[in-house]
């Protein structure tokens, strides 16, 4: 079974930046599909952004251009480089990984981003 462990959360002012990490406990990372998501209070979990393995990203219409995901396979990392962020960026995000294969699916514990002067 695949473990996620993220950090990077914490209390930032709008307009501030902040970095999420995810880091997987296999090294089979690199053929994942990996994604975060967000649930904010409330509200439903909905899709952030996502990465493949070839390193086609996407991203909903509300954090583009001010939000980019990027993966390290080396370290079995995945990021989120959150920049201009605003209080409706308020949630917690949770990191998400797809085997290709299997097309099990496995969450991390969750990080709290509060966005707040």
């Known amino acids: 079974q695949v473990q996620l462990v993220e950090s990077g959360g914490g209390l930032v002012q709008p307009g501030g930046s902040l970095t999420l990490s995810c880091t997987a406990s296999r090294s089979i990372f690199s053929i994942y599909t990996m994604g975060w998501y967000r649930q904010a209070p409330g509200k439903q979990r909905e899709l952030v952004a996502t990465i493949t393995s070839a390193g086609s990203k996407n991203y909903i219409s509300s954090v583009r251009d001010r939000f980019t995901i990027s993966r390290d396979n080396a370290k079995n990392t995945v990021y989120l480089q959150m920049n201009s962020l605003k209080p409706e960026d308020t949630a917690v995000y949770y990191c998400?990984?797809?085997?290709?294969?299997?097309?099990?699916?496995?969450w991390g514990q969750g990080t709290q981003v509060t966005v707040s002067s």
């Open positions: 998400r990984a797809t085997s290709p294969t299997s097309r099990s699916f496995y």
